[in-house]
C-alpha cells in the first residue's frame, strides 16, 4: 500500500509537499544552531540555541485553532498553495540572513516558518481523510509522519555540515530558495478537497480559537487522550533536539559531526517507528 500511495496522484503531492516543507525548517533551525555554537561561539550560545527552538515551535500555540478554521472554510488544497507561496519571500529573508550573517533576520525567518507550518499542519492532515480510503488512511499518516522525520533528518544532517563549512553562505542561501519553491511546486499539484464548511466564520483571535480547541477536544475522552499523548510526544522530542547539540560541544566537546550522528539515530527511531505502527494497525484507524 505504500508504494501505491507514494506513486498516486492523490497522496504523493501532499507527501512531497510536506517532506520539503519540513526538509527547509529543518536546514534553516540547525544550520542557525550551528552559526551560533561554532562560528559565533557567544556566551549566550547555549540559550539562543534553545530559543530557536521555541521560536519554531511557538506558533503552533496560537496559530493551530485558526489553522484548523482556515483548513474547513476554505479548499484545502488551495490553501496549501497560498501557504506555500507565501513561504517563499520568508525564505529570501533567511538566505539574507545566512549570506550576511545576520542573526536576527535568521531569527524573524525562523518564525515565520514557525507560523506557516502552524496554519498548514490541520490543512495536511484534513486533506487525507478526503483523498484517501478508510484503509488507506495508517499507511497515509503514517508516511506524512515518516516523510515530516526524514526530511528533519536530511535537513539537520545538511544545516549541520553546510554551516560548518567555511565560504557556504551563498550555498545555504540559494538551497533555502530552492527547497522552497520546490515545496510550492508541489503544492500546486495537490487536488482540490472543496469546502468543508462554507459557512464557517474564521476567529482571528488566536486566544478564544484555541481556547474553542480546547474545548471540543475535551468533549471527546478518547481524542483528548489522544491529543495529550501527541503533545506529550512533541514536548519530549523538542526538549531533546533543543539540548542535544549544546550538550554535545559543551559536554564531550563534539563537532558538527557528533551532533549530526546523534540526531540521526534520533530521527532514524521516530521515522521507523511510525512505519512499524501503520503494519501493526491493519489497515485500521485507531
Known amino acids: 500500500m505504500f508504494r501505491t500511495l507514494l506513486t498516486s496522484s492523490r497522496f504523493a503531492p501532499l507527501f512531497w509537499t510536506q517532506f520539503l516543507s519540513a ?21 549566550e550560545g547555549a540559550t539562543l540555541v534553545t530559543l530557536a527552538g521555541a521560536v519554531l515551535i511557538a506558533p503552533f500555540f496560537i496559530l493551530s485553532g485558526v489553522g484548523g478554521q482556515l483548513a474547513d472554510r476554505f479548499d484545502k488544497a488551495a490553501m496549501a498553495e497560498r501557504i506555500k507561496r507565501a513561504e517563499i ?22 518564525a515565520l516558518y514557525g507560523a506557516f507550518a502552524a496554519l498548514f499542519g490541520p490543512i495536511k492532515y484534513g486533506i487525507l481523510p478526503v483523498h484517501l480510503a478508510e484503509s488507506e488512511l495508517p499507511a497515509g499518516n503514517a508516511l506524512v509522519e515518516g516523510a515530516t522525520f526524514t526530511a528533519i533528518l536530511a535537513g539537520t544532517i545538511a544545516g549541520t555540515l553546510a554551516a ?32 468543508a464548511a462554507p ?29 495529550l499523548i501527541q503533545a506529550w510526544f512533541w514536548l519530549v522530542g523538542a526538549i531533546a533536539l533543543s ?44
Open 23 to 43: 526538509l527547509s525548517d529543518s536546514f534553516v533551525k540547525n544550520a542557525l544552531v550551528v552559526l551560533i555554537l561554532y562560528e559565533i561561539g557567544s556566551t
Open 164 to 195: 560548518g563549512n567555511d565560504g557556504s553562505a551563498w550555498l545555504i542561501a540559494v538551497s533555502v530558495v530552492g527547497l522552497s519553491v520546490l515545496c510550492w511546486l508541489a503544492a500546486t499539484r495537490i487536488p482540490p478537497t472543496g469546502e
Open 199 to 227: 459557512e464557517l466564520v474564521i476567529d482571528r483571535n488566536p486566544w478564544t480559537s484555541t481556547t474553542a480547541l480546547l474545548t471540543d477536544l475535551r468533549s471527546d475522552p478518547r481524542i483528548w487522550t489522544g491529543a
Open 89 to 110: 519571500p520568508v525564505a529570501v529573508v533567511a538566505a539574507a540572513g545566512f549570506a550576511i550573517g545576520s542573526i536576527t533576520m535568521l531569527f524573524v525567518a525562523l
Open 243 to 286: 539540548l542535544l547539540p549544546t550538550l554535545v560541544k559543551e559536554l564531550i566537546g563534539g563537532t558538527e559531526g557528533v551532533i549530526a550522528a546523534c540526531l540521526l539515530v534520533f530521527t532514524v527511531g521516530i521515522a521507523w517507528g511510525s512505519l512499524l505502527a501503520a503494519r501493526a494497525s491493519k489497515t485500521r484507524p485507531n
